[in-house]
């Protein structure tokens, strides 16, 4: 878990690093280059038809809700403060509880219906500049949480099928195909040397992020692992300061403060139900 969020840490910073690259170049090269560390997790004797489905319909809908929380989150990365983005992407399992109940039918009582509730707070806190400066970047955030409702949703039943390398693997082809179609734009850049590394330091470390996560809550109690997540939130206030001289503030603390409690609420009653633990990242 400490390895999957150093690597996601490190992919936010190349992200917003990378702001000067249109948006559809940095997500084809992300998932282009991020499709190197799945192939290697196929099974040998599956090489030839890993890919086939009898769930294309709902493989596509985790695809797409998937590729429209990316981009909404590559979108924050690059024009808020990198601990802002970070604090509202830990309300994912508050939307997760909310489309949960209109999905799926679950039934909510008064504990997590309270962290909801407390996680909004959080966030509104989070998002006041929003109000004050008119910057409307910050939905993009929220709006990543909303899609990653319906990929949790999507995955809770694509994951009593299909293996985690086929889920995978068609969200990144969505997502690499969308971010080629916009090379027709001609607004692409022909990176750097550096950039170039900077390019597949993002994809590598963002895939790999994906499957270390995974390989977490395989090895170890959900219970154990979950609350280690929080510390990239440590890491985008540290890179945030050091790179782009990001000071946050003292709302944007307490409302972060605020999220990751209702979220670990959400969590500990998610635990003891014994229901799959969705990740609000990609």
């Given at each position: 878990m400490v390895g999957s969020v150093v690597c996601f840490s490190i992919m936010d910073i190349c992200v917003k690093w990378l702001d000067y690259y249109p948006v559809g170049q940095v997500l084809f090269l992300r998932f282009f280059i991020g499709f190197i560390p799945i192939f290697f997790i196929i099974p040998k004797d599956k090489l030839l038809d890993f890919y086939k489905t009898s769930r294309p319909g709902l493989h596509a809908f985790r695809a797409a809700t998937g590729a429209a929380a990316i981009i909404a989150l590559f979108i924050g990365l690059r024009e808020l403060p990198l601990a802002d983005v970070v604090s509202l992407t830990f309300g994912g399992p508050i939307f997760v509880t909310v489309a949960s109940i209109f999905f799926l039918s679950e039934k909510v009582r008064i504990k997590r219906?309270?962290?909801?509730?407390?996680?909004?707070?959080?966030?509104?806190?989070?998002?006041?500049?929003a109000f004050i400066d008119l910057n409307f970047y910050y939905i993009t955030p929220i709006v990543f949480c909303i899609f990653f409702a319906c990929v949790a949703i999507s995955v809770r039943s694509l994951s009593k099928t299909e293996p985690n390398y086929r889920i995978a693997f068609y969200f990144t082809v969505l997502c690499s195909i969308l971010g080629l179609a916009t090379f027709f734009k001609g607004d692409w850049i022909l990176p750097a040397k550096i950039d170039l590394i900077i390019f597949i330091v993002m994809g590598l470390c963002g895939s790999v992020a994906n499957l270390l996560l995974t390989q977490s809550y395989r090895l170890a109690e959900a219970s154990l692992v979950t609350p280690i997540k929080y510390l990239s939130l440590v890491f985008a206030i540290v890179f945030g300061f050091l790179i782009w001289n990001e000071i946050p503030k003292i709302l944007t603390l307490l409302g972060a403060l605020l999220v990751i409690a209702s979220s670990l609420i959400i969590f500990t009653r998610e635990n003891k139900l014994k229901k799959q633990i969705i990740n609000p990242r990609a």
């Open positions: 219906w309270s962290a909801v509730f407390l996680g909004f707070v959080g966030m509104l806190l989070i998002v006041q500049p």
